[in-house]
Every structure is written in structure tokens, then in C-alpha cells.
């Protein structure tokens, strides 16, 4: 069960790895989202990621575009739509039993960046499980 004690670290590792990996316009990506936008995004989304506040983290949407990351209200009214449009999306364009297949995505980029490791932290390969604690949410198309 350390994968559960641990979903808060690999998502704070998740987003310092994209936020070197992936630059963006609108609020900028550091190392967390300090602050967030409320302005729909008009670009596709190609994955998401939920951030909980741990000062000075704020609670956020981090939502993946092919031009960056943005830092997005939770609360925005859109978000939420946006959100249920694209797991049905990528509910319709994946296969559960196909786990195993890795194309370039939000998952990819995070999983290739981090050097590999015997350790007890473990970062999921492409083959591994992708669950998160309760409070956190992590989700990225398979169509890229």
C-alpha cells in the first residue's frame, strides 16, 4: 500500500518533471500551481491532473494542451464539463485490456523523464497500475 501513501509525492514529482518537460502559456507551471486562471481553455485536452492544496500549492486543475500546462480553478464552471467530455472521450477510444500500450502523453512524459530506480519509491512504467490516492485524480488521453 505504498503506492497510496506515496500518490501525494509521485504528484507533486509528476508536475516539477512536466513543468521542465513542458512550458506553456497562461500561468506559468512551477513546481505547483501558486495561483490558477478561470478562463476556458480553447485548445484540446490531452490530459489533467488534480492538484490539492499544500502551501503554497493551490488547489487547481492542471490541465495539458499541446501548447503547455495551465493552472485552472476547479470551481471555474466549465471545468467540470470539461472534464466529464473528456473521460467519456477517452472512454469511447480505449480498450481496459490494453494497459500496456504507452503512446506519447502526459503519462509518457513524466515516466521517461524520471530515471529509473530499485527503490522503494517506485514511478509506474508504462505497464504499471496508475492509481492514485482518493483525493487525487490523474487522467490523459490515449489519442496523441
Request: hydrophobic share 35%; charged share 5%.
Given at each position: 500500500f505504498k503506492m497510496v501513501k506515496s500518490g501525494s509525492l509521485f504528484a507533486l514529482v509528476a508536475v516539477v518533471l512536466l513543468a521542465v518537460a513542458v512550458s506553456g502559456s497562461g500561468v506559468k507551471l512551477a513546481s505547483c500551481c501558486t495561483s490558477v486562471a478561470n478562463k476556458k481553455i480553447a485548445?484540446?485536452?490531452?490530459?489533467?491532473?488534480?492538484?490539492?492544496?499544500?502551501?503554497?500549492?493551490v488547489n487547481a486543475v492542471i490541465f495539458q494542451t499541446q501548447s503547455g500546462l495551465f493552472c485552472i480553478n476547479g470551481r471555474a464552471p466549465w471545468v467540470l464539463a470539461t472534464i466529464v467530455a473528456f473521460e467519456k472521450a477517452k472512454a469511447q477510444s480505449t480498450t481496459p485490456s490494453v494497459a500496456t500500450t504507452s503512446p506519447v502523453s502526459l503519462l509518457s512524459i513524466i515516466t521517461s523523464?524520471?530515471?529509473?530506480?530499485?527503490?522503494?519509491?517506485?514511478?509506474?512504467?508504462?505497464?504499471?497500475?496508475s492509481e492514485m490516492s482518493a483525493g487525487e485524480t490523474f487522467s490523459e488521453s490515449k489519442n496523441e
Open positions: 485548445e484540446p485536452i490531452l490530459g489533467y491532473l488534480v492538484q490539492k492544496a499544500n502551501a503554497p500549492c523523464t524520471a530515471s529509473p530506480s530499485s527503490s522503494s519509491m517506485a514511478l509506474p512504467s508504462s505497464s504499471a497500475t
